[in-house]
């Protein structure tokens, strides 16, 4: 039996005792009531009774245990040419001031404090903070534009924002305050106070009585404690996409959370306390929240938060030199950042200037790995390639080849095995689990393990009717794919109107609103198409109004700025059609799977109930004509 069939043979054999084992490895102020408290099914609670910090968690208890001088996180900033490095210690000292400025302007336990920050170490010790006085964070990715950030600040009604004057995107400084501004002005609901932190070489214009500069704030803060927190207390809320232009706030405790991710760093990722983690993406994405910050400090690992792209910063070799330069043993990132690496230097001669022999492991997620991506990596880096599966709801991965439990043989396309805590089922459309082999809906049966989402934010019946109403005693991920003879899942496709742009999960929904309003468009679709290196982009189809008079190029960029002016730029919105009408059902109802399929250039069939199949043709000819970044 291998270790990875042991572990999940104990976890099934006393889930309880399993997670309360692991629990075991962290620092509880007062111990748990019941492991799983599921007297309020469907909302399961772990660790009911408990009370804890996971700041203290993650900063405090490597200082009082010896790790006081090791590197806690390395700032590497190749837009700035920074790179800066802070102890657990020197954390500990910054996370405790920075908590006495929330403290100062009145936030508290239970408050919820947005933050809309670029990638700068500022960002993590805010969220650090907000964990040591039991507030609430809500990151928001910068990406977003003002109306995004007003739709979260409206449903989180935060007491304080946090942000910065501006982000850098590769040479392109984005401005944040005056979106900020914007969003402030759009919300109904207004924060007390913004607290702004100014960047080198410039100053934001500071809102008198409202805003606050970071840095002087910080100068008169008094340092604060660890305040103890239930264990099952909201830490975070952290906005996805669902198939409306209204973002679900995916909840996260405190207890479970901790438990969980302290044990996929070292069972899944194989992490050991000491190492370097470096995980390449963004503090706004769930991937930033546990393996930028939480899960690598809770390890006792030095983390890397990188302000930089795979490329253009200044080439496809800053990985290498950042792998290289700190040691980095593990490294996550998402394929599409391959992919572009790939693209630039297809044969790797950038990596060959770089020794990067001190790498473990590759884990890529956020997408689905296309095999030539995984088996390119595998080549060049000479290190297992690991594909791993979750959500911003699960927190942690749901599938996963567990490096930490031994390595399982590898098959290119399927992200290996369920992770102890999951098990994961494939349903057809009446909740019947179907054979091995057989593609359905991939389902968790409950309860979900400790991490996962809580519910959603002040919306207990969304979070019903979003995850567990379609198959009873599930949690429904919204995942199409299979289980093999071997028990290894294979994730394909989302069975709703999300669609994953470079690793980023937008709403086809939300675009769809935006568009909707040009004066000229009657009515609209969204699809998300392949694309070679973003995984999916989206492309619009719009039918005119009756005598509108707009040609289509101009139509195409009024819309492109709507979208990123209403959603953003990450949107990465670049095309629109006109087409005479779209294909429906006779219930009127969009053919949206046909139409991507069309766009994929996959073969369809023609659904019974089209109303007008003759559209379909057009269609095609229309979807010929976008012209997608391609692979040389
Ligand atoms: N603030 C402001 N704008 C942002 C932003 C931020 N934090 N992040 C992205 N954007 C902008 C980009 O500048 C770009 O603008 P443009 O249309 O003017 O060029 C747009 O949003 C689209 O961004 P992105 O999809 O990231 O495209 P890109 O061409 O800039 O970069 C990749 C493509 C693949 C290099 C990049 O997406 C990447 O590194 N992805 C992998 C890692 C990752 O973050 N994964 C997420 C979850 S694991
Ligand atoms: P997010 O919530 O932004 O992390 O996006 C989660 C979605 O990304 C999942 O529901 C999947 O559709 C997709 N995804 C993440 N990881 C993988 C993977 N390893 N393979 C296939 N799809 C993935």
Not at 115 to 126: F, N, R, S
Not at 563 to 568: A, P
Not at 585 to 598: F, Q
Request: hydrophobic fraction near 40%.
């Amino acid at each position: 039996m291998s270790t990875y069939q042991e572990s999940w043979q104990q976890w099934r054999d006393d889930p309880e005792g399993f997670w309360a084992e692991a629990a075991a490895s962290l620092v509880w102020s007062r111990p748990w009531d019941r492991v799983l408290d599921s007297t309020q099914a469907p909302f399961y609670r772990w660790f009911a009774g408990a009370e804890t910090n996971t700041c203290y968690n993650c900063v405090d208890r490597h200082v009082d245990e010896g790790r006081g001088e090791q590197a806690a996180l390395i700032y590497d900033s190749p837009v700035t040419g920074t790179v800066r490095s802070y102890t657990f210690r020197e954390l500990q000292s910054e996370v405790a001031r920075f908590a006495g400025v929330l403290v100062a302007l009145g936030a508290s336990k239970g408050d919820r404090v947005v933050i809309y920050m670029p990638m700068i170490p500022e960002t993590a010790i805010a969220m650090l903070a907000c964990a040591r006085i039991g507030a609430i964070h809500s990151v928001v990715f910068g990406g977003f534009a003002a109306e995004e950030l007003a739709k979260r600040i409206n449903d989180a009604r935060p007491r304080l924002v946090l942000s910065a004057s501006h982000g850098i995107e590769t040479r392109r400084v984005v401005e944040y305050k005056p979106l900020l501004d914007s969003a402030l002005e759009l919300a109904h609901c207004k924060p007390e106070h913004c607290v702004v932190f100014q960047r080198e070489n410039s100053t934001a214009k500071l809102v008198p009585g409202r805003d606050i500069d970071w840095q002087r704030a910080l100068d008169t803060a008094e340092p604060q404690d660890c305040v103890p927190v239930a264990a099952t207390d909201p830490l975070y809320i952290l906005y996805t996409s669902g198939t409306t232009g209204v973002p679900k706030g995916v909840v996260r405790d405190n207890g479970g959370h901790m438990v969980a991710l302290k044990w996929s760093m070292q069972n899944i990722y194989g992490a050991q306390p000491g190492e370097v983690y470096w995980a390449a993406s963004d503090v706004g994405w769930v991937v930033g929240h546990s393996y930028i910050v939480y899960g690598p400090l809770l390890n006792g690992n030095t983390t890397v938060l990188f302000e930089g792209k795979p490329v253009g910063t200044p080439d496809a070799g800053v990985f290498w030199r950042v792998i290289e330069q700190h040691q980095v043993k593990t490294f996550f990132t998402a394929p599409t950042a391959f992919r572009v690496i790939k693209k630039e230097d297809p044969h790797g001669d950038l990596l060959k200037t770089y020794d990067t022999g001190c790498l473990r492991a590759l884990f890529l997620a956020g997408e689905r790995a296309d095999p030539d991506t995984i088996q390119w990596a595998e080549n060049h880096l000479q290190v297992p390639v690991i594909d791993h599966w979750w959500q911003t709801e699960t927190g942690w991965p749901q599938a996963a080849n567990p490096l930490g439990l031994g390595l399982l043989p590898v098959k290119y396309g399927s992200a290996t095995v369920p992770v102890p805590g999951f098990d994961i089922q494939v349903l057809d459309e009446h909740a019947a689990p179907v054979p091995a082999g057989h593609t359905g809906a991939l389902a968790i049966k409950l309860p979900l393990p400790p991490g996962c989402l809580q519910t959603l934010w002040q919306d207990d019946q969304r979070f019903i009717d979003s995850y567990l109403a379609e198959f009873p005693g599930y949690y429904a991920t919204a995942d199409a794919g299979f289980i093999d003879e071997d028990g290894y899942v294979y994730v394909m496709s989302r069975l709703d109107d999300v669609m994953n742009v470079a690793g980023h999960r937008l709403s086809t929904g939300g675009m769809e609103e935006v568009i909707a309003n040009h004066q000229s468009i009657a009515e609209c679709a969204v699809l998300g198409v392949k694309c070679p290196i973003k995984g999916q982009v989206p492309i619009g189809l719009a039918v005119l109004k009756t005598g509108a008079d707009i040609g289509e190029t101009e139509l195409e960029q009024e819309v492109v700025a709507m979208i990123r002016h209403d959603i953003g730029p990450l949107a990465s919105f670049k095309h629109l059609r006109v087409v005479t009408r779209l294909p429906k059902t006779r219930s009127g109802k969009i053919l949206r799977g046909t139409l991507r399929k069309i766009a994929d250039g996959e073969p369809y069939t023609m659904p019974a109930t089209i109303d007008d199949p003759v559209i379909l043709d057009e269609i095609a000819c229309v979807l010929d004509t976008v012209n997608l970044e391609r692979l040389p």
